[in-house]
């Protein structure tokens, strides 16, 4: 239910009981936005579920910048993976793989929604390639297990798993420090 319906709702209902339980789910709401739960939501105005272009921009391991066939720019969030802050061990060099990856070709983004900060949320490929998957197997980024549990389709979600599994075992990129931090502690702690 969209927030305007549950004030809608507060406002409109009859008697203490139904303001009580209106206000009860606007509480809960709000809640769940501030804890992030709700920051996927529908893109919208998009014109179909996914996105082409050219990458021109790098931000982080987990964020690029699109250049679409009519030159509208979109921020693009990996969807299901986390990399290293910029400030944190492996931060610089999840980018540069990103970079090396993606920037100055042609990707697909297969639109999954929108974050709280307004970029596209997606699953990105290049010729092919599961761009999330290949910083998970360079041992640059968690797979972010709290929102893949509830958004990413079971077979990915275990290849994910298996990816991150086999690059903490070989001890490659981040998971060659003893005790790597997590970029949400990390987030976390900052706050």
């Not at 739960?37 to 391991?61: F, I, K, T």
């Not at 964020?63 to 299901?80: C, G, I, K, P, Y």
């Not at 090396?100 to 596209?120: A, H």
Request: glycine residues 8%; proline residues 4%.
């Amino acid at each position: 239910m969209r927030l305007f319906e549950l004030l809608l709702r507060l406002f409109t209902a009859r008697g203490w009981a139904g303001r009580l339980s209106a206000l009860a789910a606007l509480a809960v709401a709000g809640y769940a936005l501030w804890q992030g739960e709700l920051s996927a939501r529908p893109l919208e105005n998009a014109p179909s579920a996914s996105l082409q272009g050219r990458v021109v921009g790098v931000q982080d391991g987990d964020t690029l910048e699109l250049l679409d066939a009519s030159s509208q720019t979109h921020r693009v969030r990996l969807a299901f993976i986390d990399a290293p802050e910029h400030a944190q061990h492996y931060g610089t060099r999840a980018r540069q793989h990103l970079a090396q990856l993606v920037f100055g070709k042609p990707i697909t983004v297969k639109v999954n929604g929108e974050d709280k900060y307004g970029r596209v949320l997606g699953e990105v490929s290049q010729a092919g390639r599961d761009i999330s998957a290949e910083q998970l197997a360079a041992g640059l980024a968690w797979h972010y297990v709290h929102y893949a549990q509830r958004d990413q389709a079971p077979a990915h979600f275990q290849r994910y798993q298996q990816l991150q599994t086999e690059a903490r075992q070989q001890g490659v990129g981040l998971w060659q420090q003893a005790r790597p931090q997590a970029p949400w502690d990390y987030r976390q702690q900052r706050r």
